[in-house]
């Protein structure tokens, strides 16, 4: 079992839906919990990042972690094309916090 | 400043050859990764380098071998690739390694 388990998509949808994006992980060492966006032929771009169980909203985007249920979820509001990138989760353990393991990713499209 | 640079954006070697690839941030951060990425795959660690020391080094063969020649460069010296070695390879720094990484925007390296 991979440590951070994420859907490949590819996921589609019309512009303006809601996009939920979704990880399953089972260390329960993991204590930061991070969306990072790539765009194709690009580096991956910090979109979201926490450290705690419950809701982080900016702009567009909410991060939610549930650390019981090992679950973290990214919400897209209002979903552009702009949007269209692969997003990959993220998650690091304290006690070595720069070892990050990555999702596979998810790729989004948003059609206009 | 508030940017990861690398170059080249683009690097084509042969097996004998040897290059390098360069990772420049003014942002302050003390801490600086390489990470490596195959095509539809999420980036994998190869170093780790904390106030110009090396910290990590997750068992990477020895063709690749990293410098951090000051605090706001990071270099990753090639010689000897095979073509499974062809990726993209990408920089990230950190304030300090308990902290959020940001993303160049990578070099793509084909090795023939």
Same mark, same amino acid.
């Given at each position: +079992?991979? =440590?951070?388990? +994420?859907?490949? &998509? ?5 512009? &303006? ?27 991956? =771009? ?7 169980? &419950?809701?982080? =909203?900016? &702009? ?53 | ?8 954006? %683009? ?14 941030? %003014? ?22 380098? *904390?106030?110009?020391?090396? *910290? ?14 000051? *605090? ?41």
């Amino acid at each position: +079992q991979k =440590e951070v388990e +994420q859907d490949p &998509g590819p996921l589609s949808v019309p512009e &303006g839906a809601i996009v939920s994006l979704n990880c399953t992980y089972s260390n329960s060492a993991f204590q930061y919990f991070m969306w990072y966006r790539q765009y194709s032929r690009k580096g991956p =771009e910090l979109l979201m990042y926490t450290y705690s169980s &419950g809701n982080k =909203e900016d &702009g567009r985007f909410t991060a939610q972690v549930d650390k019981s249920s090992k679950y973290i979820s990214l919400f897209i509001r209002d979903s552009q094309p702009s949007d269209s990138a692969t997003y990959l989760c993220a998650m690091s353990p304290y006690s070595s916090a720069s070892k990050i393991i990555f999702g596979s990713g998810t790729r989004l499209s948003i059609r206009p | 400043d508030t940017e990861v640079t690398q170059t080249p954006k %683009h690097l084509v070697m042969g097996m004998t050859n040897k290059k390098s690839l360069k990772c420049e941030q %003014h942002m302050g951060h003390r801490a600086m990764y390489w990470y490596k990425q195959k095509a539809k795959k999420p980036p994998e660690l190869m170093f780790v380098y *904390s106030y110009e020391k090396l *910290s990590i080094n997750e068992s990477v063969p020895s063709r690749f071998s990293p410098e951090c020649p000051n *605090s706001s460069l990071l270099n990753l010296h090639l010689h000897a690739l095979q073509p499974e070695d062809s990726a993209l390879y990408l920089c990230a720094s950190s304030l300090g390694q308990l902290e959020t990484q940001y993303f160049g925007p990578g070099t793509r390296l084909l090795v023939l």
